[in-house]
């Protein structure tokens, strides 16, 4: 690398400037039939994320090593559109971030799945929780569940849980590249709450049925019933009206 340019990546550019190179590098990849995934902030003049989920995912990564010096810039990162890929595969996170040189920097992160003493209580917390999860089959993420998954012991990756790498040449384990990505990860956490998921291993589909199953077993042994089969509709209309609200 050329002396000036060595320098060059570690000025402060503007967001206007930032934003002018993410625009070509995504037109760059468009021309070469690249798909990219960026991460629009359309809307947010204040807060990052817009729900409360993503909200707290957010405010979590305070927990991690080194974020407390690149909060800032990370967040000015996402906000300027320098995220201009970002793809969540299960725990693995591959994105492009804008920087100073004119490729992106390539930025992984790695989440582990849940050990598995953690997932089963996970899953057996859920177990009586079934309006809850049927409202997460709806896309909707309900309050109630926030102590389930953001507990101490709950969904989001401890700093031990979670692994960083960025081929920018920062030296510090969590760049700001690596910072914005993460806030963009919040982003598509917003859109999309399944993703946390798949994110630590878990099988939400299975989740679901298992509580659906636990719900029908409560109610039948309550039932003056032998079997679903005889049940009256009425009683049909009230397991799946609990299902569906
Ligand atoms: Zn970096």
């Given at each position: 690398?050329?002396?000036y340019?060595y320098?060059?990546?570690?000025r402060?550019?503007?967001?206007e400037?930032?934003r ?6 995504m ?11 960026p991460?629009i902030?359309q ?10 989920w ?48 004119r490729?992106?920097y390539?930025v992984?992160?790695?989440v ?6 953690r997932?089963?209580?996970?899953e ?5 929780k079934?309006?809850d ?37 920062d ?6 590249h690596?910072?914005?990505v ?6 598509r956490?917003d ?14 589909d ?6 659906i199953?636990?719900r029908l077993?409560?109610?039948l042994?309550?039932a ?6 005889i049940m009256?509709g009425?009683?049909?209309l009230?397991?799946?009206g609990?299902?569906?609200?």
């Amino acid at each position: 690398m050329a002396y000036y340019d060595y320098f060059k990546q570690f000025r402060q550019m503007s967001p206007e400037e930032l934003r002018r190179k993410a625009e070509a590098s995504m037109e760059n990849a468009r021309a070469k039939g690249r798909s990219y995934e960026p991460v629009i902030l359309q809307g947010r003049p204040r807060n990052i994320c817009k729900t409360w989920w993503g909200d707290a995912w957010c405010r979590n990564l305070e927990r991690y090593a080194d974020f407390a010096s690149r909060i800032d810039r990370g967040k000015r990162y996402v906000r300027s559109g320098a995220v201009v890929d970002l793809k969540i595969h299960g725990g693995d996170i591959k994105a492009k971030v804008q920087g100073s040189r004119r490729t992106p920097y390539n930025v992984e992160i790695k989440v582990d799945p849940l050990p598995e003493k953690r997932s089963r209580e996970i899953e057996e917390k859920s177990l009586g929780k079934i309006k809850d999860l049927a409202a997460l089959a709806n896309g909707e993420f309900p309050e109630e569940l926030e102590h389930l998954f953001f507990s101490r012991d709950g969904l989001f990756p401890t700093p031990d849980e979670i692994h960083f790498d960025c081929s920018c040449p920062d030296w510090a384990y969590m760049c700001k590249h690596v910072a914005a990505v993460m806030y963009g990860i919040g982003v598509r956490l917003d859109e999309n709450p399944f993703y946390f998921f798949p994110m630590r291993g878990l099988d939400v589909d299975r989740l679901i049925d298992k509580a659906i199953e636990n719900r029908l077993d409560s109610m039948l042994s309550h039932a003056d019933v032998k079997s679903p089969r005889i049940m009256q509709g009425a009683d049909l209309l009230e397991i799946f009206g609990v299902i569906s609200s």
